[in-house]
């Protein structure tokens, strides 16, 4: 017979042992997305529609770059772990591994692509 308390044996960690972190980490990164994102939207909308040259001098600025880094890096982390809960809920076994390696690792294409037009536009 057990005597431990309902709430001794929820406290801190879920039936996975890592719903507080993931709860945690994803509440983090949207509440950052929902400051960048919109910044992100003012400076691409004004490059948008611009020359070639122009676009390159406007995101081979500081500011532009750095925020257009951060907005890739964390968009694509949150994406990795939103897609990945999902996963986790509608699929099993072998089809589960796959997708969940596939969603992380199109989630560090898009974000290393990314940053590698980036830098070329910033060098």
Partial sequence: MRYITPR???EG????????EHHWSMTVSSVGLAFLVPVWLYVFGRALGQSREAVVQTFGSPFPAILTALVLVVGMRHFAMGATT??????RGTAR????IFVISLAWVIAATGLFALARMAL
């Fill in 8 to 10: 001794k044996r929820a």
């Fill in 97 to 100: 591994k796959m997708l969940i």
């Fill in 86 to 91: 999902m996963i986790e809920d509608y699929a």
């Fill in 13 to 20: 960690r879920g039936a996975a042992h890592a719903g507080t």
